[in-house]
């Protein structure tokens, strides 16, 4: 199983471009969340998933818009970028509540 | 609300035991541990669930005080390998997990 898989691992991104993380999993999980960790810090979530079809705003949504049109994909898309959102995102899957989570490798993303 | 981890960071010699603590003021469903290597993702450690009993394996166990809404990661015998960041996530029922700052750990030799 590969688990969870993110694409790109890197990217630059000029101020005010777009682009779409992708994220798939191939463990069949419902549970599917998007987390940014910028330097030094912790995990904060900006969106997730219970479901195709069902998404919900998590800690830092602003910027950022998601879709779940499958079990397995879960893409994160950034609209205008800036600065701030300079960052490692992680894509994380998860069985309903009350088991762990299994994150993707990450993505690398610098906005100049 | 961010659950608060301490301490911080720790620095260890190889065979030397750190506890590492968790605690919010929510009331909890369950309490999750990570840890971290430097340029990685967090993978997954152990969950303690309200109601279940004390976790572990290896050298490596928990707890969850649910009257306290506090959690303790035990590392025992530290190695090497276990240098990294842990992070403390917590989930109320039904919710999402919300991640604590992490600690970091450093073991020498």
């Known amino acids: 199983n590969a688990g969870v898989t993110q694409t790109p691992k890197f990217r630059i991104l000029k101020i005010g471009q777009s682009m779409t993380l992708q994220c798939t999993q191939d463990?069949?999980?419902?549970?599917m969340y998007w987390y940014r960790q910028d330097p030094g810090m912790g995990l904060k979530l900006i969106y997730y998933?219970?479901?195709?079809?069902?998404?919900d705003k998590g800690e830092v949504p602003n910027g950022y818009n998601v879709s779940r049109s499958t079990t397995e994909d879960f893409p994160l898309r950034l609209e205008l970028a800036a600065p701030s959102q300079t960052s490692v995102y992680f894509c994380a899957s998860s069985l309903p509540t009350g088991t762990g989570y299994t994150f993707g490798s990450g993505t690398r993303l610098t906005v100049v | 609300q961010q659950p608060v981890q301490s301490p911080q960071a720790v620095i260890l010699r190889e065979g030397e035991d750190a506890v590492i603590n968790c605690s919010s003021s929510k009331a909890l469903y369950s309490v999750h541990w990570y840890r971290q290597k430097h340029g990685e993702a967090p993978v997954f450690l152990m969950i303690?669930?309200?109601?279940?009993e004390q976790k572990g394996h290896e050298k490596i166990s928990a707890s969850f005080n649910e009257k306290k809404q506090q959690s303790s990661l035990y590392l025992t015998a530290s190695q090497l390998s276990y240098s990294g960041t842990y992070f403390c996530g917590t989930e109320e029922y039904g919710n999402k997990l919300v991640f604590g700052a992490g600690t970091i750990l450093r073991v020498k030799s």
């Open positions: 998933s219970v479901g195709a079809g069902i998404t």
């Open positions: 303690l669930l309200k109601g279940g």
């Open positions: 463990m069949n999980h419902n549970y």
